[in-house]
């Protein structure tokens, strides 16, 4: 059965630095894996797709990166701003067992 | 990319009784599928909605709590039956998946007193 794991649970930085979250699954049989972002009480805004054959995908500040041999993605947030702070999860979408959900990590950005 | 909405965006329920969420959307889909927030938590699937068949749900979720309708492409609802305090959380509603990328409605935030 696939787990997702998300390191670290909660993160706080001051405005313009450069972080990584992590992302960690046990089964490499996966079709992709998600990045999304949560605000409070809200839903989820995908943020980027990474295919089963791809090493990353980038969408302006934010660069995620695959390796699904070891099972872990990376998501790279360049230059943080207030507006950054939500809470992001990693998803896997697995042969037979559709998506499967990390336990997301919270990011505080200070100003 | 897909537009979901749902409703009610939000509800404040009595124990005992029944909530059904509506989730609409902007195109013809294959699946829909129905999730659970718990406070504090992450999201965990209840069931995969396609059109025309039986709704399939995970283990530790039943149609008799969670009875799914999808009477066509763009439409599904999804009732919370005999509902007590624990039942309180965040219902989504997605669609994709199977390979293609998943998006959310915006939720339905319930409330169980």
């Known amino acids: 059965k696939q787990e997702v794991t998300q390191i670290p649970a909660a993160l706080s930085v001051p405005e313009g630095e450069n972080l990584v979250l992590n992302c960690s699954f046990t089964d490499s049989a996966i079709y992709n894996l998600q990045w999304f972002r949560q605000d409070p009480g809200k839903g989820l805004t995908s943020l980027l797709l990474i295919q089963s054959s791809q090493r990353e995908q980038t969408s302006g500040r934010l660069n995620a990166s695959l390796d699904k041999s070891s099972g872990r993605s990376t998501l790279y947030i360049a230059a943080s701003q207030p507006g950054d702070s939500a809470t992001y999860l990693c998803a896997v979408d697995n042969y037979g067992q559709n998506f499967v959900f990390g336990p997301g990590t919270r990011l505080s950005v200070l100003p | 990319s897909a537009v979901i909405s749902q409703k009610p965006s939000r509800d404040i329920c009595q124990r005992g009784t029944s909530l059904t969420i509506q989730c609409q959307v902007d195109s013809q889909v294959t699946m829909m599928f129905w999730y659970r927030q718990q406070p504090g938590q992450s999201l965990t699937l209840i069931a995969t909605a396609n059109q025309g068949s039986e709704a399939t749900y995970e283990s530790g979720f039943v149609i008799d709590k969670f009875p799914i309708s999808r009477p066509n492409l763009t439409f599904s609802t999804l009732t919370v039956s005999n509902m007590s305090p624990e039942d309180s959380s965040i219902y989504l509603c997605?669609?994709?998946?199977?390979?293609?990328?998943?998006?959310f409605g915006p939720g339905t935030r319930l409330t169980v007193l």
């Open positions: 997605s669609v994709g998946g199977g390979g293609n990328e998943q998006f």
